[in-house]
């Protein structure tokens, strides 16, 4: 008696659990990715961060506008690739940092210069990006799931001897934000780069 009275409860009770997993759906739906390649040039073993900050009161307008602060995992770079899966809603006001194992005396977290004031898709040369006074780090995002960006590092001598990665997309991408003053090309942060 005792037996039956028990399987006709947790019979009941799968019954009222799969009636309502069947209502309700998956408890959470998976967010979509974005995989990015880094197609990485003279920075082998380079390590690639990526990180979203919106600046208070978000003035780029970015959208989403949260999260405000978001970091990924870190990568290296091999065979001249750095691969990141990131969520696609945070894509927009995000950048990348690079530091390179021979970088020495700076008192900042280099930042791949995703573009200036020239347009997005634009070919920047060595010369053209130790010139570049004004770029930015804050990619204007995708809602695709892949993306391939192609980035150039060199070496960039600082004032009091410092040694800093100089990165950059070539060609250029679209950003968003105003454009931050560079020291001969190069961009950095010592906290997060704020779009």
């Known amino acids: 008696m005792i037996r039956s009275s028990v399987a006709r409860i947790i019979a009941t009770g799968s019954a ?19 995989t990015i390649t880094l197609k990485v040039t003279g920075c082998e073993g380079c390590t690639i961060g990526v990180q979203r900050a919106i600046t208070g009161g978000n003035p780029s307008k970015i959208t989403p ?9 870190p990568v290296k ?13 945070n894509t927009s006001g995000m950048s990348f940092t690079i530091a390179a194992p021979w970088e020495s005396g700076t008192n900042f977290v280099s930042n791949i210069v995703l573009g200036s004031a020239l347009p997005a898709g634009s070919a920047v040369t060595s010369s053209q ?18 993306v391939t960006i192609k980035v150039q590092v ?21 950003t968003v934000g105003a454009l931050a003053d ?3 090309g190069t961009l950095g942060n010592q906290e997060a780069f704020y779009c």
């Open 182 to 184: 560079t020291t001969k």
């Open 154 to 174: 060199v070496k960039a001598s600082l004032s009091g001897g410092a040694t800093a990665a100089s990165a950059w997309a070539t060609p250029t991408v679209a």
């Open 65 to 73: 506008a949260k999260p405000t602060f978001w970091e990924g995992t």
């Open 16 to 34: 009222v659990a799969a009636a309502l997993s069947l209502a309700t759906g998956p408890a959470h739906a998976a967010s979509p990715t974005t």
């Open 77 to 89: 770079v091999k065979s001249g690739v750095a691969t990141l899966k990131v969520p696609t809603a």
């Open 129 to 146: 990006q130790a010139a570049t006074t004004k770029a930015t780090a804050c990619w204007a995002g995708t809602a695709k799931t892949a």
